[in-house]
């Protein structure tokens, strides 16, 4: 009885653990599989800016945090300039020409994914999120930034021909770090007293919400008016247009892909050509 009770015991046992393992069995394969979808790409012609002209700087700042939302923005994985080929050939032919006056160009911002706009957006509408404000853009009312062409929905940068850029004095001066701890001064102030920029003094701090940052405002004068221009003539006789209402902006015309807003990150991931390291002419 007791030799009768242990092997009915034991095969009951190894009934149900083969009962268990067909259960489970079955409810992974009843369950659905979770697919990953990959990031979209660039078209063959964008390129990094640095495999065209790697003496061009760039300070990718919404990489970073020193911005006017006070984080990093979405899709910007790695700190780089991405463009269509023709508007980083035409950076390539800028730096030339300001290399030998003793100068250099230093980018900002270039390609601007989709999904960094529709965060821009996000963050507009949070009025309670002003953390920023006294940096860039203490003069405006957060909830004008819609209808004052500051945010929009779309972007010219999400169509990898716009770029935001200055002029650096040769030789190049570091920046000192983002220091968020650091008190906020207005973008407008003078030059000893906003946030400090290897650049040369524009009249105002890159991405200033204000009027003083239109190109040709009267405000501006003298030496900030004269390194406006240097920029703005620069990059216009290489085929670079000047957006009025924001001295840092440019635009190469004719644009490849004038009606596209494309949403690959950046990042060297996104570029679907190998790097190649014709510049065109100079």
Known sequence: MTRLS???RTAVTALAALLTLTAASATTAAAPRTRTVPDPRAPADFVALSDIDPT???????????????????????PMCLLTRPAAQALHRAQRRLLRRGHT?????????????DHFVRWARDLDDQSMKGEFYPRVDKTRLFDDGYIAAKSGHSRGS???????????????PYDPARPLTPCYAPRAERFPDNSLDMGTGFDCFDTLAHTLDPRIRGRQHAHRMLLKDTLERVGLVNLPEEWWHFTYQPEPYPDTYFDFPVSRASLTSAPRSDAGPS
């Open 6 to 8: 242990r092997a009915a």
């Open 56 to 78: 061009i700087l760039q300070e990718m700042r919404y990489f970073t945090p020193h911005n006017f939302m006070g984080e990093p923005v979405d899709g910007y994985r790695r």
């Open 105 to 117: 160009l230093k980018v900002y911002d270039c390609y601007r994914p989709q999904r960094a706009v």
């Open 162 to 176: 716009t770029i935001d850029l200055t002029v650096v004095p040769l030789p190049v001066r570091p920046t000192p």
